[in-house]
């Protein structure tokens, strides 16, 4: 009963919906909010200036009544972060308002400089620069401060550094990835952007043996993406199904050419179906022109490239079982339900490939699959090992597969094959799984997650944030010493409320 009464009470803090996320995007920046100022440093007679991005900057009326050239015209709380993971210097977003959702003061605020030694600028490369550090009021974490991106608030007449979010609970602070918002996934380009964080070295950086994107000059005239640098990409198959992503070239991705050759690379990256679509080009076919790409370690430009996420989502990282009624998997579980290790992806696909597993593998991923889930979304050349979630597949989809497995079948599988209802469930039906190997012979599909329904127990969400406390002494907000610390700001487990002005 105790553990049951304290889900009611984590829930609400966790769960923010996806039209609540998706509301919070608009409606940012309002030009109605601009104020006219006689003396513009804007363009003669306008009271705002758009950028690229859609921000608008334009004069606002400050506390006292004067007016001050502004990035934001609305409080933004930034959606797409749950929590801060470690520093986050690299934050550049526009979040405006502090963890407790006081509103930020701009950074020109004069008595503020002396306790801070930046080692950045408070600028924005979001804001292309447009603005000094002086008229933002973005959070930012100019001196490295443990906990996170922060800005000044106001707290009756005193400035306190605020931190703008709470630190993710330790248990996120495992692996390298940066979690993300999942009602924000797969974060296609347009709906919300992510340009502020897609190429940042201090992420990029983190990615072992990521693949500088290069444009080759014998291939120039072929229509693909093309990135000139390392960064994560938000476009094409991969995207649309698990976000952004970054080109990788390391020891897994060698393993994979070196075991399952160029030539059925290039057969699985230039289906025949595309040589049959009339090329214009006078030489080389588009197909041709790919397979010498592959050939020639052009993978990239090849339009099939290995690969690994750029991002997790918070909440999938956190996720104990799996219910009926989840439908996508973005985070970075590495263990099956058993808590045997995954494979990474591409050396279950060159082992599928190549015949050392059970053939039904091959035929529900590669062979036997009418939408060619596996190999049109490249999930075969994913370098990771994360557990990855199938699209479940249709009654319809099923019957046809089955037939077509009784035909295929019937002539060459060994008695003791696996069993089709089993892993057709396993693999499309039962959510995210992977490959792992069970002895020396045997790589079996395993599903990462017990079902909800199945535990009797009710589970408790884990915690995605970490309290933080005002010390006594200082005043100063630092991490708990004690969670049962008086001063820790309880969220959910007491429902109690921070005072105003608390210390
Ligand atoms: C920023 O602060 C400096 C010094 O405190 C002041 O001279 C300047 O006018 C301020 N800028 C704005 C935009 O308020
Ligand atoms: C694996 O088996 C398939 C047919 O089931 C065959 O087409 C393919 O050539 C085999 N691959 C290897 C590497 O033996
Ligand atoms: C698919 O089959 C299952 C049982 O095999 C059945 O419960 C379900 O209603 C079917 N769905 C559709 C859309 O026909
Ligand atoms: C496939 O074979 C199994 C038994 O081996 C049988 O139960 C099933 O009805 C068959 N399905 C089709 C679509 O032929």
Same mark, same amino acid.
């Given at each position: 009963m105790k553990n049951f009464l304290e889900i009611l009470v984590f829930l609400p803090t966790l769960i923010v919906g996806i039209s609540k996320f998706q509301q919070q995007f608009q409606k940012l920046s309002l030009i109605e909010d601009c104020v006219v100022s006689p003396?513009?440093? =804007? &363009?003669?007679?306008? &009271? $705002?200036?758009? +950028? *690229? #991005?859609?921000?608008? /900057?334009?004069? %606002?009326?400050?506390? +006292?009544?004067? =007016? &001050?050239?502004?990035?934001?015209? %609305?409080?933004? !709380?930034?959606?797409? /972060? =749950?929590? !801060?993971?470690? *520093? #986050?210097?690299? $934050? %550049?977003? %526009?979040r405006n308002v502090a963890f407790d959702q006081k509103p930020c003061e701009f950074w020109n605020t004069s008595s503020i400089q002396q306790n801070v030694k930046p080692t950045k600028s408070f600028s924005s490369y979001s804001m292309r620069r447009f603005l000094l550090d002086e008229y933002e009021n973005f959070c930012r974490n100019p001196d490295d401060w443990e906990l996170g991106p922060w800005c000044w608030t106001r707290n009756g007449g005193a400035l306190e550094k605020t931190p703008c979010f709470q630190p993710c609970s330790p248990k996120l602070f495992e692996g390298i990835f940066i979690c993300l918002n999942k009602w924000g996934f797969p974060y296609k380009m347009g709906d919300f952007d992510l340009t502020d964080i897609m190429d940042l070295p201090e992420l990029v950086g983190s990615f072992k043996n990521v693949q500088l994107q290069f444009e080759n000059r014998r291939l120039s005239d072929f229509p693909v993406f093309r990135y000139q640098t390392k960064t994560c990409v938000n476009s094409g198959k991969i995207a649309e199904n698990f976000g952004p992503w970054i080109a990788v070239l390391d020891g897994k991705a060698q393993e994979f050419i070196r075991d399952s050759g160029r030539r059925t690379l290039w057969e699985l990256c230039t289906p025949e179906i595309r040589e049959k679509t009339p090329i214009i080009r006078i030489e080389q076919s588009e197909v041709t022109k790919r397979r010498v790409a592959i050939q020639e370690d052009e993978i990239t430009a090849a339009d099939c490239t290995f690969w690994r996420q750029c991002f997790s989502a918070c909440q999938d990282d956190t996720k104990l079982c799996w219910k009926k009624t989840d439908s996508s998997y973005f985070g970075a579980k590495k263990t099956s339900k058993f808590l045997e290790t995954c494979l990474p992806w591409t050396k279950s696909a060159a082992l599928i490939l190549n015949n050392k597993t059970d053939e039904i593998y091959r035929f529900l991923l590669f062979d036997g699959d009418p939408q060619n889930y596996f190999v049109e979304n490249r999930v075969f050349l994913n370098t990771e090992n994360f557990c990855m979630n199938f699209r479940k597949k249709s009654n319809s989809t099923h019957a046809k597969m089955q037939k077509l497995w009784n035909q295929t079948r019937s002539e060459t599988s060994p008695e003791n094959s696996l069993d089709f209802e089993t892993e057709f469930e396993k693999v499309f039906q039962n959510g995210p799984g992977c490959f792992v190997q069970k002895n020396e012979k045997l790589v079996i599909f395993e599903s990462c997650f017990q079902n909800c329904e199945s535990i009797l127990e009710p589970v408790k969400e884990p915690k995605i944030t970490q309290n933080i406390c005002k010390s006594k002494k200082s005043g100063k907000w630092d991490f708990c010493k004690n969670p049962e610390d008086e001063n820790a700001l309880y969220r959910g487990r007491r429902r109690r409320k921070p005072k105003n002005g608390e210390k």
């Open positions: 003396t513009t440093i =804007l &363009k003669d007679n306008e &009271k $705002y200036y758009r +950028d *690229e #991005m859609g921000n608008v /900057f334009c004069y %606002r009326k400050q506390h +006292d009544g004067s =007016l &001050k050239l502004g990035s934001t015209s %609305r409080s933004f !709380a930034d959606p797409r /972060f =749950l929590c !801060a993971k470690g *520093e #986050m210097n690299w $934050y %550049r977003g %526009r």
